[in-house]
């Protein structure tokens, strides 16, 4: 029997678990706003022609910021097109995705979805093929209470209390060569610092995200980082991350090891602006937006799902729409435990995406909505991790692994709210069970723990449209309470959540 120890410390803390931590992403691609979030004809679609077994889910999901409208489509959007009449909303070539997008829904009705589904919204600004100008136009009609033409203008077009948004995404992706209007570093953080500074001389109350590096895999990560934040330092306040991950060539030993790469990233990128900080002798730190990620097997898309023709622009297509395993749901409970491990410095984060686009909720046209594998996870994280992240001291045996070298077979964070504290862990063993013990003498007296397990003898079991809930959470009867010391099971390749009281 392989084993793991945990010591919980509440007075080692990485910091304040921002509910910001738990967001997610909508954007103009395939099935996940259209036929996703909305369907007029749909059995379950309210007055506005939005699903309400979606927005059930995603409030069982506990999303707290949605980031919108884009991700690649932003680049090429004109944010215009999407408010007025909707009868007169022009169809517009996404040239990101290949697809028609038909603009029946844009920002007034998303801001209505996002009211139903008790969320913050983040938007993007368009810096591929447009600029400065631009984005002042959106943030005066989001943002201008009235009395201009452009906030006047969102009152005629149904909404006069202003939006009032807080966070900003200065583009998207810029750093990478797929990216409309893609740019180098140093044209960009001019850019950048541009639009930022003019966006807080309209509003300085904005939070602003400059992008950072689309992966840490990318040739200019590092200096990417430095160059734009050297430009951009005092006018923002975040700068983002991106990190996509997937098994490969059938590595499941590597796979699981996926949040080891996710923990040098986000421990880099601090460094980098920790770097240009102290060059600068600036007295801010600049925080991280990790504002895509999550299991994607991103060459489905390139090799199945890609679009092409002149004269094929599908209207909402299936796209990027990953069925997800009980391996893919403990990687992404990793990723969220390296998150919650670092929320000192990632103070905001969004999974992509929402809704059937590399999504934990899945539709069908006119059919059911269900919960993917990943749904688990971070429904769980979201309800339970509050409070503060403390600094775990984990002991664990170990194993090898092709990719990332030798690697702790558990991985574990935990949080302190009051009376709870909380526990996430995984288990990346595909042959052994582990037996994780909590020493919890310095957390005061534990009356009581449960535990919630997602695993399964098949890895690669998932729920699909013919068999939903074929994967989910169980209760863990291995937690016992010991005096000061918390045992639990974690089965092979599983991911589980223990609450102590
Ligand atoms: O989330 C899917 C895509 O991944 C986004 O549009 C883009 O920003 C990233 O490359």
């Not at 979805?113 to 002042?136: C, F, I, Y």
């Not at 990216?179 to 541009?194: F, I, P, T, V, W």
């Amino acid at each position: 029997m392989r084993t793991a120890h945990l010591t919980l410390d509440p007075h080692f803390t990485v910091g304040a678990v921002n509910r910001r931590l738990f967001g997610s992403f909508v954007e103009h691609l395939g099935r996940c706003v259209y036929d996703g979030i909305y369907e007029p004809g749909h059995p379950t679609a309210d007055a506005d022609g939005f699903r309400e077994d979606v927005i059930d889910l995603v409030r069982e999901l506990g999303v707290s910021t949605i980031r919108y409208p884009g991700g690649n489509f932003v680049s090429g959007f004109k944010w215009e097109d999407s408010v007025g009449p909707r009868t007169e909303r022009p169809r517009r070539l996404d040239l990101a995705w290949h697809s028609t997008e038909t603009n029946e829904v844009g920002l007034h009705e998303f801001a209505t979805w996002l009211g139903k589904v008790d969320s913050e919204l983040m938007l993007a600004v368009n810096l591929g093929t447009r600029g400065v100008q631009e984005a002042l136009d959106l943030l005066e009609y989001s943002n201008v209470g009235g009395g201009t033409t452009l906030s006047e203008q969102r009152a005629t077009n149904g909404t006069r209390d202003a939006f009032g948004v807080s966070m900003w995404c200065l583009g998207n992706e810029m750093d990478g060569p797929w990216q409309l209007g893609h740019r180098s570093a140093e044209d960009y953080g001019k850019l950048a610092s541009q639009t930022a500074k003019a966006m807080r001389q309209l509003d300085p109350s904005v939070e602003l995200v400059v992008c950072g590096s689309s992966s840490a895999h990318m040739p200019t990560f590092g200096l990417w980082e430095r160059t734009v934040l050297e430009h951009t330092y005092e006018d923002v306040d975040y700068i983002s991350c991106h990190a996509y991950y997937e098994e490969k060539n059938g590595d499941l030993g590597s796979f699981l090891a996926s949040a080891v790469d996710m923990d040098h990233f986000i421990e880099s990128v601090v460094a980098t602006a920790d770097h240009v900080k102290a060059v600068l002798g600036s007295s801010k730190s600049i925080n991280i937006s990790f504002d895509e990620w999550n299991v994607w097997y991103i060459d489905r898309y390139h090799e199945v799902d890609k679009i092409e023709g002149l004269d094929n622009w599908p209207v909402a297509p299936r796209l990027l729409e990953d069925k997800y395993s009980v391996a893919d749901a403990v990687v992404f409970g990793s990723l969220l435990i390296s998150l919650l491990n670092h929320s000192d410095r990632v103070t905001s984060a969004s999974l992509a995406q929402l809704v059937n686009v590399i999504a934990p909720i899945m539709t069908e046209p006119g059919g059911p909505a269900w919960r993917q594998t990943t749904f688990f996870p971070f429904a769980v994280t979201s309800r339970l991790a509050g409070g503060t992240a403390l600094r775990v001291k984990l002991t664990s045996d170990t194993y090898a692994t092709d990719v990332y070298g030798t690697v702790n077979l558990v991985d574990a964070a935990a949080t302190i709210d009051g009376n709870d504290t909380s526990v996430f862990v995984v288990n990346r063993s595909q042959h052994e069970e582990i037996t994780l013990t909590i020493d919890v003498s310095a957390v005061g007296s534990v009356s009581w723990a449960t535990a919630e397990t997602l695993s399964d003898v098949d890895f690669a079991a998932a729920n699909t449209l013919e068999n939903p809930d074929r994967v989910g959470l169980s209760p863990n009867e291995s937690v016992v309470v010991e005096g000061t010391t918390v045992t639990v099971t974690l089965p092979p390749v599983s991911w589980t959540a223990i609450t102590l009281s």
